[in-house]
């Protein structure tokens, strides 16, 4: 990886990481919006594809401005309705891009992924240009100048017979026929971002496009507060006789207005395209050298009971069940090595230890588990802190616990817990990410699975599950994770004094001495 | 104490969020030339095809399969304008204003937008075509009121062969002047802000 670029992603996800840790302390990392960018913009657009159906009631192609204004001035619903549509494209264009720095900082956006990195790329393309039609069917100072520019740039292509920013000059009407094209344009591009959608997530298993309820409903309600109490301002009317003085910009989708006025349309064109091919190339510039990508998972074929567990749990489709070759009945995984990112996700799914990436399989974990503890003199009232490298455990000795480092918590076989237990060790702390920050998107949510509520490969029902506990804190939130490990040793102490209770004769200590006996 | 007041800054940070949302959602924003004026120069004419032909010589006859042969290759082409626009007396703008399209057969397209300070301003505009032939050149000087309304019964089929306008504006802050072609009255017309006395 060129090294400036490997300096840009560490100080983008430098940067994203204190942000992540400082929402957390805020809202817990459950409900922090800043995880759930990417469900967040597809629950918003919907929104904005609701309010739209009711705005196109009221909208005139013969008319445009008009009936804008008089929406605007339905003070009960048309004002607030308007306003939300206005906000929630906004928002959503916000959280698409938050999701798609987070992607590019965690290195998620090459090799299986890059399918998903680039039609998101798209999608925030095509919502940019849907809000451009939106702004242009307005009709106010604003969409005049978009027009004009717009204009501007698709004439300087060879495309069109006759120059179309010959229509924004004043020289005659402005045909209705234009706003229907636009009305067209932006009714029919949403239905592009449906299959968009569709091919952006098409690698994943279970996409999540909808965020927790409360954080919806707090979102969503949020927008309708703002919508209430600050609408939506409506700019005057276009006058193409007239520059534009002081009229509403919206930032979000037409941030360019101002700094490509005064550029000429091929300087737009060729910084415009040099931009997209940076950002939707970045990725593969900056993606490790060939040797060192991680290898994907592998099937020991004479191991694997055909259980289907490690298809079920893989989260980017990258397993399938198969025919086997050795003539036993029941079918076989097979991994596919262009869908897998190598998460070991399927290593901690499988009870007889048949699957994984080389050196990452539940076998390798235990041999190297034994290497560990044949390091170490592990005291029974120790605590062994299992880290994923991602999260806050990541980042080596914590207040002087043994830490075992992991590529994902859901690459954790609950045979080394187990393992880790029986050698002795006082309890065992799985340092995870926050659930929808892990790097391979389940990760944190199987290994709570298979260790709390029998999932395969669970955890046996003959280990104390009080000395296991789960954590989660992001890269930024080493105290966190401290605080969480003073509770767990809180608790470990106390649970061992219990036990050291168990041999104590009741009887015989709660026998009335002479002092308590006196009345 | 930070127990009690996480929910009071949770709910601080959204209130920013939010304001930050709507205040960057109608950021005031002016047109970077809106304390000046602009004239705008927006108008459409026919083309006046010609067809430039050369005799092919016997060798690239022989390169040409039997059937594509023939004597003369002909190019057509639409003739391009010179347009010349003074502002106050001083050049603005002299250039030349070929035909639209790929192979410029389409018509000729003029549009142009100069920046003027505001205030009173005399603006000089000739759209000519260029000649024909090279006799045209020659005669041009000597051009009679016959072939003159000629020229005007040819621009209804084809372009105009020369438009001119001479104007004196008053133009304010953020207004704009449009000149145009009326192909009515076969003459470039002033519309919009600010028009105060025009004449072809």
């Known amino acids: 990886m060129p090294r ?179 009305l067209f344009l932006h009714v029919a591009l949403p239905i592009g971002l449906g299959v968009l959608l569709w091919i ?199 207040d002087g616990t043994h830490v075992y480092p992991i590529d994902c918590a859901g690459n954790l076989h609950t045979s ?40 395969e490969a669970e955890l046996q029902p003959r280990v104390d599950k009080r000395r296991v506990r789960v954590a989660h804190a992001g890269a930024a939130e080493r105290p966190a994770l401290l605080a969480a490990l003073t509770a767990f040793r809180g608790d470990l102490a106390a649970l061992d004094a219990a036990a050291g209770e168990e041999t104590i004769d009741l009887d015989f200590a709660c026998e009335p001495t002479e002092e308590t006996a006196k009345p | 104490m930070s127990r009690v007041f996480r929910p009071v800054r949770g709910a601080l940070l959204a209130l920013g969020a939010l304001a930050a949302l709507g205040a960057l959602s109608q950021a005031p924003y002016a047109s970077t030339e809106a304390s000046h004026a602009l004239l705008r120069l927006a108008w459409r004419v026919r083309g006046t095809p010609v067809h430039e032909c050369r005799r092919l010589s016997p060798e690239e006859l022989e390169r040409l399969p039997v059937h594509m042969r023939r004597a003369e290759d002909c190019e057509p082409r639409v003739l391009s304008y010179r347009l010349e626009v003074r502002i106050d007396g001083r050049v603005e703008t002299e250039q030349l204003v070929h035909a639209a399209g790929a192979r410029g057969d389409r018509p000729v397209y003029v549009h142009r937008e100069l920046i003027l300070s505001p205030g009173e301003h005399l603006v000089e505009i000739a759209f000519v075509r260029e000649p024909q032939h090279e006799e045209e050149i020659e005669h041009e000087a000597e051009e009679t009121a016959e072939e003159e309304s000629r020229e005007h019964r040819d621009d209804e089929r084809q372009g105009p062969a020369r438009l001119a306008l001479h104007a004196r504006l008053s133009l304010g802050a953020g207004e704009v002047a449009l000149i145009t072609y009326d192909p009515e009255q076969r003459s470039l017309v002033l519309r919009g802000r600010g028009p105060a006395d025009a004449r072809p």
């Open chain 1, 4 to 182: 400036l670029g490997q300096q840009l992603t560490n100080q983008t996800r430098r940067v994203l990481t204190w942000v992540d840790a400082t929402v957390n302390r805020l809202y817990g990392w459950r409900f922090n919006p800043l995880y759930q960018s990417g469900a967040l913009a597809t629950a918003l657009l919907s929104v904005v594809l609701l309010t739209g159906v009711y705005l196109l009631f009221f909208y005139k192609v013969s008319a445009p401005y008009d009936s804008v204004a008089r929406l605007a001035d339905q003070v009960w619903l048309g004002r607030w309705v308007r306003s939300l549509h206005r906000y929630a494209s906004d928002a959503a264009l916000v959280a698409a891009l938050f999701h798609a720095l987070r992607m590019f900082a965690q290195h998620r956006a090459w090799g299986p992924r890059v399918l998903a990195w680039a039609s998101g790329l798209i999608l925030v393309f095509v919502v940019l240009v849907c809000g451009w039609t939106g702004y242009v069917m307005v009709w106010d100072a604003q969409g005049l100048a978009l027009a004009r520019e717009g204009a501007r740039f698709l004439d300087a292509l060879p495309l069109f017979s006759e120059p179309i920013g010959r229509s924004f000059v004043g020289e005659r009407e402005l045909p209705s026929a234009f706003f229907f094209l636009n």
């Open chain 1, 200 to 398: 952006h997530v098409s690698r994943v298993a279970r996409p999540v496009l909808l965020p927790p309820r409360r954080l919806l409903w707090a979102a969503v309600g949020a927008l309708l507060a703002l919508s209430l109490i600050w609408p939506a301002v409506l700019g005057p009317e276009a006058d193409v006789f007239r520059l534009p003085q002081r009229a509403p910009l919206d930032v979000f989708y037409n941030f360019w207005l101002p700094l490509t006025e005064r550029l000429p349309a091929w300087t737009v064109w060729t910084l415009g395209s040099a931009f997209a091919a940076i950002v939707m190339l970045a990725p593969l510039w900056l993606r490790p050298a060939a040797p060192d990508h991680p290898p994907a998972s592998s099937v020991d074929e004479r191991l694997c009971t055909g259980c289907r567990q490690c298809y079920l749990d893989c989260p980017y489709e990258a397993i399938a069940m198969m025919e086997r070759t050795d003539g036993r009945p029941e079918p076989v995984a097979h991994v596919d090595p262009a869908l897998c990112v190598s998460c070991g996700i399927c290593a901690g799914s499988c009870a007889p230890m048949g699957v994984g990436p080389p050196g990452r399989t539940g076998r390798d974990q235990l041999s190297a588990i034994r290497q560990f503890i044949m390091q170490r003199r592990l005291a029974g009232t120790d605590v062994v802190v299992i880290a994923c490298t991602h999260g806050a455990g990541g980042s080596g000795a914590l």
């Open chain 1, 416 to 455: 080394v817990v187990e393992y880790l237990l029986r050698s002795g060790v006082g309890g065992v702390l799985v340092a995870a990410c926050p659930g929808r920050d892990c790097w391979h998107r389940e990760g944190p949510k199987w290994l709570t699975e298979r260790l709390y509520h029998d999932r």
